[in-house]
């Protein structure tokens, strides 16, 4: 698979609520989902029809603990909700803002090939 699939097979967006949305809805879809600064609300878990599939979509959660456009607190209770629907997950939360740093941008680059380019995802 080349770079420009496997990006476009992914959902990374400043808009992670739809993101979330997405993904966790239709995994099948995704090799896997990365979030930036966004988070996932409670009332949108009980409204999707979430499957098993999920377990096995490899998601990338980043945030800035600075971030005063969306709270670290709402990203760190998106992963509690994550993990507890079994979702592959790797957490990374970086001395930020509501922003995109070259150091958060090398993991980012450095988890997708991983993740997806290794993975033949």
């Known amino acids: 698979m080349s770079a420009s699939s496997a990006i476009r097979s992914i959902r990374k967006n400043w808009s992670g609520v739809m993101a979330y ?5 239709n995994p099948q879809r995704f ?7 966004s988070w996932l ?3 949108l878990v009980s409204q999707l029809t979430i499957g098993e599939a ?5 998601t990338l959660v ?3 603990s600075q971030d005063s456009v969306i709270e670290v607190a709402r990203a760190r209770d998106s992963v509690e909700r994550l993990r507890e629907l079994r979702v592959p997950l790797t957490y990374r ?3 930020m803002g509501h922003e ?3 150091g958060s941008l090398s993991e980012l680059s ?3 090939e991983e993740t997806v380019m290794e993975a033949g995802g």
């Open 21 to 25: 949305s997405l993904a966790l809805a």
């Open 31 to 37: 090799a896997a989902v990365a979030v930036l600064s």
């Open 41 to 43: 609300p409670t009332e």
């Open 54 to 58: 999920v377990h096995s979509l490899p």
């Open 62 to 64: 980043q945030h800035g």
């Open 93 to 95: 939360e970086y001395d």
């Open 100 to 102: 995109i740093t070259p």
């Open 110 to 112: 450095a988890w997708l």
